[in-house]
């Protein structure tokens, strides 16, 4: 049961930087048609990025000072001393931070560190060069949820209902619902990255330029 409630933590973590990482996808696909537009790419473009925001919420949950993140968003642990009871830690460590950061790193807050979008200059070759070079972080994140949501499946009563699609769906409809700057860009994007994984090939073979295509 335990590790079942820290699968589905681990999950939730990762909806956040599909949403960033999409929005950096739309922000590509600019720059890119920039790109073949002109000749100049020293020229400077302003885009919306998503940026984690410190803001209060009124729930409690477990954050992490070091990668400046949300592991567990709403826990229920009721006092900080008994933050390592919290079922993102592990043996003093963190199951959600990318690199398990101690629990010291951790506090327990009414604060969550929420995606907000804000506008920043680049230049159009700066921006396609660091995105090329991170986009293998995109299909990372993209396998860790297919590992994720195999594991789950392989504890949960009905493993039918789990699926990556199903997973991309409800970030997209959470996207449209929401419908903040670039949400139907943002939502093409995820569509796409549904649409790929649904065919049932490998998502190391996905290219960058599948997704921005038409
Ligand atoms: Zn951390
Ligand atoms: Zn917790
Ligand atoms: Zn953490």
Redesign the pocket.
């Given at each position: 049961m335990v590790a079942r409630h820290r699968l589905q933590?681990q999950l939730k973590a990762l909806e956040s930087s599909i949403m960033e990482q999409a929005q950096r996808i739309v922000n590509y696909k600019i720059a890119k048609e920039l790109e073949h537009s002109t000749e100049k790419t020293d020229q400077s473009f302003s885009k919306k990025v998503y940026v984690y925001k410190h803001q209060h919420t009124g729930r409690t949950s477990?954050n992490c000072r070091s990668c400046k993140r949300t592991c567990?968003g709403g826990?229920?642990?009721p006092l900080d001393v008994l933050t390592w009871t919290?079922?993102?830690i592990v043996d003093g460590k963190c199951t959600v931070c990318e690199n398990n950061c101690s629990i010291k790193d951790h506090d327990r807050e009414k604060y969550e560190y929420m995606l907000t979008l804000e506008k920043r200059v680049f230049t159009v070759a700066e921006f396609v060069k660091s995105f090329e070079e991170s986009f293998l972080e995109f299909l990372k994140t993209i396998n860790k949820v297919n590992v994720l949501i195999k594991e789950l499946a392989s504890k949960a009563l009905r493993p039918d209902v789990l699926s990556t699609q199903g997973y991309i769906e409800h970030i997209i409809k959470e996207n449209n619902e929401e419908k903040q700057e670039d949400y139907e860009p943002r939502g093409k994007v995820l569509t796409k990255v549904r649409d790929y994984i649904d065919k049932g090939d490998l998502i190391w073979n996905l290219k960058l330029s599948h997704l921005i295509k038409k």
């Open positions: 933590i477990i567990h826990c229920w642990v919290c079922e993102s």
